[in-house]
């Protein structure tokens, strides 16, 4: 244990710490930041998705009803949904959301 702090993970605890990791001088220059060139937001569902015989309509119609410029706004599991369908194929059963809570033990 260095210096007292208890490792993250077994990883952690061999690992060859990170004694001096500011020794160089710091560049705090101004920069420019260059804007993207193009969009990475698809702002149209495509007609060839929305077509009547497209298994995948549905999953478009429901992601096009979603709020993405509000953070965390998105029904998780139903964008979960949303997104698994779009790899796995419209016909794949999405498993069931898991979660765990682990109890904190009070030793620490």
Not at 55 to 80: C, H, Q, T, V, Y
Not at 95 to 105: F, G, M, N, Q
Request: net charge positive.
């Amino acid at each position: 244990m260095l210096l007292g702090i208890k490792p993250l993970t077994q990883y952690d605890a061999i690992a060859t710490p990170i004694l001096a990791f500011d020794s160089h001088a710091s560049n705090g220059a101004a920069f420019n930041a260059i804007k993207a060139s193009q969009d990475v937001m698809c702002q149209k569902v495509s007609r060839l998705v929305l077509g009547k015989g497209n298994p995948m309509r549905k999953w478009a119609i429901e992601s096009a009803k979603m709020n993405f410029d509000i953070p965390d706004s998105a029904p998780a599991g139903k964008l979960n949904e949303v997104i698994w369908k779009s790899v796995k194929g419209p016909n794949s059963k999405m498993p069931k959301i898991r979660h765990s809570v682990i109890a904190a033990t009070g030793k620490d």
